[in-house]
């Protein structure tokens, strides 16, 4: 089996190293059928950030992918999404998402609640292993790129899935127009 590659990152296999991964990242990797496609790569926790890993790593932006968390409130009742979108574009949170949540408002989740209910550190944050009642709401231009870059749940390394699975995450919505 062909791990994915990227840059001057070293992959390994996300399956067989569950100690580079957030604990529920590791669960969700155990039950999903495309687990053996999926690499980590440790990496320096202080260049976890895109910008400083893109240039540390030599990784061109348009093969990272960020998962931002956002929440809205409609009837009394708070929707969260988990946004995955390439790097290079930012997620279009006050038209599609908030449309595709239907809410009046849509904001981003303060960082120490993402944290805390995602189970994934700052910087580490990625749309695998994330609660089920979230929505998860993938650009389209994430599934086209042959190697996607993600958080792996932890700042100390990144997982590495070909754009085709992103698709196959549990609770996917493949959204045209997602980010700008």
């Known amino acids: 089996m062909d791990l994915p590659r990227l840059g001057t990152l ?8 569950p100690e580079l991964l957030a604990p529920s990242v590791a669960a969700a990797l155990a039950s999903w059928p495309h687990a053996h496609l999926a690499g980590v790569a440790e990496i320096d926790p202080d260049l976890a950030d895109t910008a400083a890993f893109s240039e540390a790593y030599a990784v061109p932006l348009e093969a990272s992918a960020n998962c931002v968390l956002v929440a ?9 999404a988990a946004c995955l979108v390439r790097a290079d574009t930012r997620a279009d949170v006050n038209g599609v998402v908030k449309r595709l949540l239907d ?4 904001s981003f989740l303060p960082m120490e609640r993402a944290v805390e209910e995602s189970g994934m550190e700052h910087g ?27 958080g792996s749940g932890v700042r100390r390394s990144k997982l ?12 996917a919505e493949v959204v045209d127009g997602l980010a700008g």
């Open 103 to 106: 809410v009046r408002k849509a």
């Open 72 to 80: 809205g409130r409609r009837d009394g009742q708070e929707r969260i």
């Open 124 to 150: 580490g944050i990625n749309p695998v292993g994330l609660p089920p009642t979230w929505r998860l709401l993938v650009d389209a231009r994430v599934t086209e790129v042959d190697v996607v870059l993600v």
């Open 10 to 17: 070293r992959t390994l296999p996300a399956a067989d190293h």
């Open 160 to 171: 590495l899935l070909p754009g085709s699975t992103i698709a196959a995450l549990p609770g």
